[in-house]
């Protein structure tokens, strides 16, 4: 999440577009932006744990 938050900052990406919708009080479009961001997270998470299972 932290990432996010660098993102928020200057760091681009899915969170400059968070941002954007913020200011604007787009509340729709940033909670959708949210939901992506915690899928996103979440399957990659689920990923990477898999992966080590293999591998470790």
């Known amino acids: 999440?932290?990432?996010?938050?660098?993102?928020?900052?200057?760091g681009g990406g899915i969170?400059?577009?968070?941002?954007?919708?913020?200011?604007?009080?787009?509340?729709t479009e940033t909670a959708i932006i949210i939901l992506v961001i915690i899928?996103?997270?979440?399957l990659l998470d689920m990923v990477s744990q898999r992966v080590r299972k293999r591998f470790i």
């Open 15 to 27: 969170d400059a577009a968070l941002w954007e919708t913020m200011r604007g009080f787009q509340y």
């Open 1 to 10: 999440m932290s990432a996010t938050w660098l993102g928020m900052v200057g």
């Open 39 to 42: 899928v996103a997270v979440t």
